[in-house]
């Protein structure tokens, strides 16, 4: 992108097309970030221990209306899923990339509008879409930062009792040499567990990266719009070029981009109309209380 370029409206607003289109690209990683980590993944189990415990079921739960074909047909392929099944937040988050889709269909028509005179008019309708989105970029990290999921939860659930079989394993020792071989075992398990609570940190936290880089990216796309019509195209490339570089340089380090979520909430603040949209969505939105603790990506 060469700053000797001519300051042509038409220019600009191939400039700040392919800024809006590295935003939605941002977005769209960071939506499926943050699907993985709400993934409702089944417990590790063999075909034959699903078999095993179905068939259990089948033979000794007396609630089991074997008259109602569907019900007990639908509970039987659950049973013996093999594949992840998907969480119903992945709705919402479809719908949510959905809409900037729309925000980027929004901003490829500016190209047009140029030709037609209504440039200013098509940044102004392209401008509501990324702003409110850019709003709930930010609204989802802080909602994932305090109530963060478990996504390796049944692999907790394993090592829990395997826990509880070396429990019993110990207390029922009849020597030294046992209790040694059974603590162990233990201490193994527990590594793995520890192990198994850094990768959920780090799944999240890369997730909640990846959505305040997108917030970061549409506030100062939010900036660029409001000041569209007074600035020269250089001044545009100039702005674009930090802003690209600026997702660049903070794209692989979670760490970086996780404690710069003051800066970045202080920035939409600062925007009196992405301030206005925050307060508005908070309102409206009611977070669940919940006995997980708050999540901390800066160490």
Avoid: H, W
Avoid at 16 to 32: C, G, M, P, W
Avoid at 257 to 286: C, F, G, H, W, Y
């Amino acid at each position: 992108m060469s700053i000797a370029l001519s300051g042509c409206s038409s220019e600009r607003r191939a400039v700040l097309r392919l800024t809006a289109l590295n935003f939605k690209t941002q977005a769209s990683d960071a939506i499926e970030s943050v699907k993985t980590i709400y993934q409702l993944n089944p417990l590790p189990r063999s075909t034959v221990e699903r078999r095993r415990i179905l068939l259990k079921r089948l033979l000794s739960d007396r609630k089991i209306d074997f008259a109602d074909i569907d019900k007990v047909s639908n509970m039987i392929e659950n049973q013996l899923r093999t594949n992840p099944r998907p969480s119903p937040v992945n709705n919402v988050l479809n719908d949510l990339k959905q809409e900037y889709i729309v925000a980027g269909e929004t901003f490829n028509n500016i190209e047009q509008a140029g030709f037609l005179g209504t440039e200013a008019g098509a940044v102004a309708r392209a401008a509501e879409p990324s702003r409110r989105l850019t709003v709930k970029m930010l609204l989802l990290a802080e909602l994932i930062a305090q109530d963060p999921p478990s996504p390796k939860n049944p692999d907790r659930v394993v090592i829990l009792f395997r826990f509880s079989k070396l429990g019993t394993q110990f207390q029922n020792a009849t020597s030294e040499e046992e209790k040694t071989q059974i603590s162990n075992q233990a201490e193994q398990l527990l590594d793995e567990l520890l192990s198994v609570n850094t990768e959920d940190k780090t799944m999240i936290c890369q997730a909640r990266a990846k959505l305040l880089l997108t917030a970061d990216t549409g506030a100062k796309l939010s900036q660029l719009i409001g000041k569209y019509n007074d600035i020269s195209f250089d001044e545009v490339v100039a702005k674009i070029t930090t802003i690209l570089g600026v997702a660049s340089s903070f794209g692989s380090d979670i760490t970086t981009i996780n404690v710069r979520v003051k800066e970045i909430q202080t920035a939409i603040q600062e925007d009196p109309i992405l301030n206005d949209m925050l307060n508005k969505q908070r309102q409206n939105l009611s977070i669940a209380t919940s006995d997980s603790q708050s999540l901390e990506c800066s160490s």
